[in-house]
Structures are given as structure tokens and as C-alpha cells.
């Protein structure tokens, strides 16, 4: 496959990170890391001792009593009331991860390996989409400011379930295409302090982003800055 774009959330970015290790970046289009910084594998406990020890602690409500401790967990992760039958579907979902493997996935993923190092690799673009009321939102701030071409989008009145909290802010509309303004679908990016570096940016529609409309962009361009970037069924772009 080619041109993909790589969606992790919450444990998942740590296996989006794993996987450009392993594969690299060539049939990547992009990135969407989702609530979560990477972890700094063993240096985890001594960078983070409050939050290591917390969730060591529930750790061990989770291998005593993995039932109750999904049903608290899917209430923790969203901000707004869901009614008993959301809450029965997430629960019983994820009671289908065994306790042993849950666990091995747990310290596996968050302590065994630091995953930093993997953050200059991201050579496509990449969207880090935080919750506001993140307890690590300093560190997926960090974690953005390391990684080539990456911009922010912090989400507000959501929990670490952002995208059932604030479902319309991943929703496109009937194109594919976001529904915001401003980024791809059309606008201004929004000058940022953790974006020194952003130059000005316009995105413009036109009707043949490959022929004519190309050749002159590059012909009147004094200088070229990056090569044409590819978003999947969405648009190109041009960095002068």
C-alpha cells in the first residue's frame, strides 16, 4: 500500500512509532498522533515518578478486578455523559483484550523502549491532536516542536476519548475534506508560538493541480523550500 496515512491514539501512537522503526516512512503520506506523547521507555519512571506510580497502582486494580476497572477506565477517558448503552458497547468491547495481554501491552509499550528518537524520522506531515485537559499537553506540545512539518490542533471540552467528545472536529464532510476552516480545506494557518519557524501560508483550489497551475507556480517561485507534498484525496501542495 502507498500513501497512507498513519492514525494513532493513546497506545497507538507508540505503535505508529514502532512501526516507522521498523518500515520507515516511504509509503507514508502522513501522520495523526492522538493524545499521547511517545514514551521515553525506562527513563519514563524517573522523568515522570507521580504518573509512573499511578499507573503502576492501576495496574494492579486491572489484573485483580478487570472488569470494573474497563467500566471506570471508559469513564475516565470521556468528558461528557454517555448513556448506558454507549457505556455497556465500550466496556464490553474492550473486555475482549485479555488481562495478560493487556498488561504485557501496558509496560511493554510505556516502559521497556524509548520511542524519542523515532520523532526526527517523521519526515511526512504529521497532526498531533491533543485534548486541552490533557495532563500531558506540555509533552505532545514538545513532541510537535520535534518533529519536521507537524502542526498542534489542541481540542477543548474534551477527555482522552477527543473523538467522542468532539466528534465533529474528525468528521469531514461529504468531499472528504475537513470541515474547519483554515489547514487543507482552505484559509489562513493561524500563527502559533509553538510553530516559530511557520512561514505565511494560503491554500488555494484549482482545477488542474498538475498540469498548467504547477508549472507556473514553479516557474514563478524565486526559490523552492520542499518538494510537493501529496494529501491523500484531498489536495497537493507547494512550498515556495
Known amino acids: 500500500?502507498?500513501?497512507?496515512?498513519?492514525?494513532?491514539?493513546?497506545?497507538?501512537?507508540?505503535?505508529v512509532a514502532?512501526?516507522?522503526?521498523?518500515?520507515?516512512?516511504?509509503?507514508?503520506?502522513?501522520?495523526?498522533?492522538?493524545?499521547?506523547?511517545?514514551?521515553?521507555?525506562?527513563?519514563?519512571?524517573?522523568?515522570?515518578p507521580?504518573?509512573?506510580?499511578?499507573?503502576?497502582?492501576?495496574?494492579?486494580?486491572?489484573?485483580?478486578?478487570?472488569?470494573?476497572?474497563?467500566?471506570?477506565?471508559?469513564?475516565?477517558?470521556?468528558?461528557?455523559?454517555?448513556?448506558?448503552e454507549q457505556l455497556h458497547q465500550l466496556t464490553t468491547n474492550s473486555e475482549k483484550m485479555s488481562t495478560t495481554s493487556g498488561l504485557a501491552m501496558l509496560v511493554t509499550d510505556l516502559f521497556t523502549v524509548d520511542r524519542r528518537a523515532v520523532l526526527k524520522k517523521l519526515s511526512k506531515p504529521t497532526l498531533v491532536v491533543a485534548s486541552a485537559e490533557s495532563k500531558e499537553l506540555e509533552s505532545q506540545r514538545e513532541m510537535q516542536r520535534s518533529i519536521p512539518n507537524a502542526q498542534l490542533e489542541v481540542v477543548s471540552e474534551a477527555g482522552h476519548a477527543v473523538f467522542i467528545d468532539q466528534p465533529k472536529k474528525f468528521k469531514p464532510d461529504e468531499n472528504g475534506r475537513p470541515k474547519n476552516p483554515g489547514a487543507i480545506n482552505g484559509g489562513f494557518y493561524k500563527k502559533s508560538a509553538d510553530m516559530p519557524a511557520q512561514y505565511p501560508s494560503v491554500v488555494v483550489g484549482v482545477g488542474d493541480h498538475q498540469g498548467g497551475h504547477a508549472r507556473k507556480l514553479r516557474k514563478r517561485a524565486?526559490?523552492?523550500?520542499?518538494?510537493?507534498?501529496?494529501?491523500?484525496?484531498?489536495?497537493?501542495?507547494?512550498?515556495?
Open 222 to 240: 524565486a526559490k523552492s523550500l520542499a518538494s510537493q507534498w501529496r494529501y491523500p484525496a484531498t489536495a497537493f501542495t507547494f512550498r515556495f
Open 1 to 15: 500500500m502507498k500513501n497512507v496515512v498513519l492514525v494513532g491514539w493513546s497506545q497507538g501512537v507508540q505503535d
Open 18 to 48: 514502532a512501526y516507522v522503526e521498523q518500515f520507515g516512512t516511504d509509503s507514508i503520506a502522513g501522520f495523526v498522533l492522538v493524545d499521547s506523547p511517545l514514551s521515553s521507555g525506562p527513563a519514563e519512571i524517573k522523568l515522570h
Open 50 to 84: 507521580e504518573s509512573s506510580e499511578r499507573l503502576f497502582e492501576l495496574m494492579a486494580v486491572y489484573a485483580a478486578h478487570p472488569k470494573e476497572y474497563y467500566a471506570g477506565l471508559v469513564k475516565s477517558i470521556i468528558k461528557h455523559e454517555i448513556s448506558p
